[in-house]
């Protein structure tokens, strides 16, 4: 007979074997059709940034230090869809892709099948939250050291109001004490598979929400409550796919920076980087950055080498040159353009014709004749919009037109080439201290524009980046004045404002 050591008045409980997982796993639940979207896939698979949703998230996951396996549970007949993603990716810590189940609650427990038995911390989180943050990921496996179960949530903005049948408020909840949810949800697989035991004895039981089958079966057992993020957001309606999209681009723009020269010289020293309209502004404070660091830099432009960018002759052979000289090219950058004012129905055939080539028909040259060369070293081609292309301004409609054209080609190509591995990006800076600028409006108080050597820096860390298909916003830090010092414009004088 096993003597009970508790049952004595003077017995002390015994202290619970601290939490000892053997790893733990990232369980993404992929199990939804995309029907409120209106889509005739799963949304998971619908592309934002250049890339479907899921493979966002799972990316998320897969460089997570604390993350040790990864299991995807897909909608039914989608499996393929998203093995393929994985294999794609190169994703190495996904050890299955499988069917997930009808609802919610049988995705989770076909999930805890899928993992196994043994003490391992699961968690579990929707697909088609994409820009979930490394720092959620890590508090919430640091919390289960602690606790048993672990749920991610911000404060509500808005006062939640309760109704009734009739749609009458019936309450207004306390707005400080209310949190809405968003996942990862993280358990001990002890408790999350008992709690799903418990629930399996009851014939009423549903629930969408983890975390809420705990606190129904299992009422002792503490919740913890990580603080979640607003980007954190769930693409469900067709709007979020915009606001997704938008805060892609808005992480984007911190695109990461490497801490030292160093590692600038490392990543750049052997490469070659093609820029057409380098001889002044953007393009030539990044052709001189660019080489500070190693890379062997080629700049083109119509004033210094009579290189017309809407010339496919010339394009062709800008990019033989480089490709002779060095056997790679590894970068394209497109920073020439032109800048007309007028009214539109004041403007001539010809300076339309010079507009629409050299902003459109010249990146789209560019594009062409440079992707076998970009295929070879699986390199980037970048391009340059302007803040015009969300709203058009008047007085400069085509260049407004042709910019906004350009995000759709970037967003459009990034497609495309992505079978070959070649990444497409645009930069968005905000109104940049340039001779183009200078000449189409003047002089302006310096302390209100970005130094054009901003810009180079933020297309470099694009440009050493695995970014695609991103929209990237440059704006002036507060107390940024422009570049020191803008090279002059070269060659005849003009009478538009030009880049290269």
Known sequence: MTQDHTTGPDATPETP???????????????????????????????????????????????????????????????????????????????????????????????????????????????????????????????????????????????????????CITDIPVRSTLRRGQTPQAFRSGTIREAYRIAGGDANFAATDDCGVVLRYLPGTPIKVIDGSDENIKVTHPVDVHLADKLFQLAAAQAPRLTDHRGYTEELTGRTVVVFGGSYGIGHELTELARRYGAQVFPFSRSSTGTHVERAADVEAALKTAFEATGRIDHVVVTAGILEKGELAEMDQETMDRVLQVNFVGPVTIARQSLPYLQQTKGQLLLYTSSSYTRGRARYA????????????????????????????????????????TKAFGEEPEHTLLAAETVAQSSLDVLISELTGQVIDVRRAPGEGPAASVPAQGGPTATPATAG
């Not at 697909?127 to 048993?148: D, F, K, Q």
């Not at 990006?425 to 201290?433: K, Q, S």
């Open 398 to 437: 085509l260049y407004s037109a042709t910019k906004a054209a350009l995000v759709n080609l970037t967003q459009a190509l990034s497609d495309e080439w992505a079978e070959f591995g070649v990444r497409v990006n645009c930069i968005n800076p905000e109104r940049t201290a340039t001779p183009m600028r």
């Open 17 to 167: 074997a601290p939490w000892r997982p053997s790893r733990t796993v990232a369980v993404v639940l992929a199990g939804g059709t995309g029907t409120r979207l209106g889509l005739g896939i799963p949304k998971q698979l619908l592309k934002i940034a250049g890339k479907p949703i899921i493979e966002h998230t799972l990316a998320v996951f897969e460089a997570a230090p604390e993350i040790d396996e990864i299991i995807v549970l897909m909608a039914a007949g989608h499996v393929p869809d998203a093995q393929q993603i994985v294999d794609k990716a190169g994703f190495r810590k996904v050890s299955k892709v499988i069917e997930g189940g009808d609802t919610r609650n049988a995705t989770t427990r076909i999930a805890l099948d899928a993992v196994g038995e043994g003490d391992v911390n699961i968690l579990f989180h929707d697909a088609v939250r994409p820009l979930l943050s490394g720092r959620i990921v890590r508090e919430c496996v640091n919390a289960l050291w602690t606790y048993a179960a672990v749920d991610v949530a911000i404060p509500s903005a808005d006062t939640i109001i309760q109704v009734d049948e009739n749609d």
